[in-house]
């Protein structure tokens, strides 16, 4: 993802509207089901009548399907829409898929490969950027236990920076390229000594690997991961050292932040940003695990209305200690296409894999300092291994029999001791691959 820098016309609106409605989406976390439901059904009409008069692709297929948006008025009405994916979107860049009028020239594009490795382009508006600040802000106020004063020192270890509203003093963000070692970023932390931390998991890991009593000396305040599959569990175990909750987030580059973890830590939907369905094999709504579709709320330039974004999980509407109403995302088990695929067409999700990885090392942290789950055929799966200081000969075997214990019978699976885990030239990596 390369972008370009706000001119200062597009840096004066931001700042303008991320300080006069910073407090309004604050408050809008606490309302009442009923205004949530309102204001979000307000914002997918909007987005889905846009998108099926001026939108080549979108138009073409709700008059197939025989569906007018203007004439939606309620959910049951919305969800007729007809689904839209990836593939067309991106075949269809940039005349049959961006709205027509809309001026390039006046967009920040940030291209994507995202994990199913199709790349792709998408605009938005250079002086609509704050709708990303704003959800972006309250992600990190969450992971600070609600309390994230403006004055915070923010490390923002990744692999681009995105592109931002710099105010001097005013939520200051130091950008830190993943490429540095671990050594080096934990010098350049140490330095810096920031109140928060936002950074991928398998960064956050390496950091911890290295050295667990300078990241704790680092004394956090809020510390939040994202992009990459993490689970609970390890989030839970470097929490226990940081002295912090360990906050994850989902989000995609097409539908913006989907949900986050709040102090409680369970994951809301930001409901005022993104509609987010899940829905069966079938393409039908579902209460159970099913593929999450979503409806992003501000790109104008290229809407994206009941996306398919690929991932499966399921969602559930119940109260939150926390005090919010918003629904909560629960099963988050990674992408449709990710995972181990079986002989027998079984799919074993990513999520999966890494709570059955995480468990063969657990109760020991100086066993491995970094770790890989590579399936290269249907039948054989590697466990990739960066031996720690406890490391001994018999420990492969040990984690062969943890592995084997809870993975098919069908998947025979060893363990590899390697010298490091590569990253991809971004600097992502990938703790569950299938190399077929
Ligand atoms: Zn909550």
Known sequence: MSIRKLNAREYLVNLVAVTALMPVYGRREHAARPALDAFAL????????????????????????????????????????PLMDKATIREGWPARSVAEGSNLDNCILSTSSGSSGMVMTIPHLGDRMWPYLISGQRMLRWATGDRYPFWYRQAYVYTSEYPLLRVPGFYPMTFIPTAADPERLLDQLEQLKPH???????????LIALAPERMAALRLRGCSVGSELSTQAERDSWAAVLGIRVCDEYSSEE???????????????????VFTETVDDDGQPTTGVGEVVGTEFHN??????????GDLARIINEGCPCGRHTRLLVDLVGRRNDGFLLRDGRRLPAGFLLDVAYRAILGDPDLVTAYRFVQRDPDTAVFE???????????????????????????????????????????????VVRAF
């Not at 073409?60 to 009405?77: F, H, T």
């Not at 928060?196 to 390496?206: E, G, M, Q």
């Open 385 to 431: 291994v960066v031996p720690g200081t406890s490391w001994r000969e018999s420990s492969a075997s040990a984690v062969v029999a943890s592995l084997t214990a809870e993975l098919p019978s069908s998947l025979t699976v060893s363990v590899a001791e390697v010298a490091e885990i590569p990253r991809s030239a971004g600097g992502k990596r990938q703790t």
């Open 255 to 273: 539908l913006g932040r989907i949900a986050s973890q709040c102090p409680e830590g369970r994951y809301h939907l930001h409901e005022d940003v």
């Open 300 to 309: 104008r330039t290229m809407p994206f209305v009941r996306y398919r974004q």
């Open 42 to 81: 307000r914002r997918a009409r909007d987005m889905a009548v846009l998108a099926g008069t001026r939108v080549p692709v979108y138009r073409e297929r709700y008059a197939a399907a025989g569906v007018d948006p203007r004439a939606i008025a309620s959910w049951e009405d919305f969800r007729r829409l």
């Open 196 to 206: 928060l931390l936002h950074t991928y998991p398998t960064v956050l890991r390496d």
